[in-house]
């Protein structure tokens, strides 16, 4: 079965610092990696997706994950945090051909001035 | 014009009431999700709808019960309210598994 991990329910980074969100996942079939944004009070807004192809994806607001498939990883970074940033970060994984996106537990960026 | 809309937003309510939650999306996906998110924040899927048809069941409770009038709409309703059901649901859709989902703002549930 699949299975997402975040290390570290929370991360917090100084203005204009590395951000670094790690997530691992199981899966027994190659596969579709997510992560999305939950400001507060808000749903989940897509940040960017693994689907096989390059294995380092760009998506939104300057954030950049990479596939490393050895060490079943995703891990997203941004080099320089914005104060904007601060929200619930979630890693996803697709469980295969049901569709059902199974999440890991979150965690929580906040960015100090 | 937004793409997956829920109402209502806030629901307060008694113990013992049934109550439920609507769920819309204009963007043309075959597939519709009712997920809970606890107090922890942990997201949890219930059901999913594919055109209408029930593809996925968790371990819901049976008071909890979806309905999909057309592939566009997939409403939830429940029965007896529990505290345990205070949470924040989202809907989402999705056309295709590699495409990921689009969520609604979510309504978030208070039983009292």
């Known amino acids: 079965a699949q299975s997402v991990t975040q290390l570290g329910s929370h991360v917090s980074v100084s203005e204009g610092a590395l951000v670094l969100l790690r997530c691992n996942y199981s899966?027994?079939?190659?596969?579709?990696l997510f992560w999305y944004v939950q400001y507060p009070n808000q749903g989940l807004q897509l940040l960017l997706k693994?689907?096989?192809?390059?294995?380092l994806v760009k998506g939104i607001n300057g954030f950049e994950a990479e596939f490393k498939k050895s060490e079943t990883s995703f891990h997203l970074t941004k080099p320089s945090a914005h104060m904007s940033d601060a929200a619930e970060y979630f890693c996803?994984?697709?469980?295969?051909?049901?569709?059902?996106?199974?999440f890991g537990q979150g965690t929580t960026l906040q960015v100090k001035p | 014009d937004t793409a997956v809309s829920q109402t209502p937003k806030y629901l307060v309510t008694q113990m013992g009431n049934d109550k439920s939650i609507k769920c819309e999306q204009n963007?043309?996906?075959?597939?519709m999700y009712w997920y809970k998110q606890d107090s922890k924040k942990f997201l949890k899927i219930m059901f999913s709808?594919?055109?209408?048809?029930?593809?996925i069941n968790e371990t819901v409770p049976n008071r909890f019960s979806p309905k999909s009038p057309d592939k566009a709409h997939l409403n939830l309703h429940i029965n007896s309210l529990e505290l345990g059901d205070s949470a924040v649901y989202f809907c989402?859709?999705?056309?295709?598994?590699?495409?990921?989902?689009?969520f609604g703002s979510g309504t978030r549930l208070t039983v009292v």
């Open positions: 996803a994984v697709n469980s295969g051909n049901t569709g059902k996106l199974i």
């Open positions: 899966s027994s079939v190659p596969p579709y």
């Open positions: 709808y594919n055109n209408k048809e029930l593809i």
């Open positions: 693994y689907t096989s192809a390059a294995t």
């Open positions: 989402a859709s999705s056309q295709d598994e590699v495409l990921g989902y689009t």
């Open positions: 963007l043309g996906h075959d597939t």
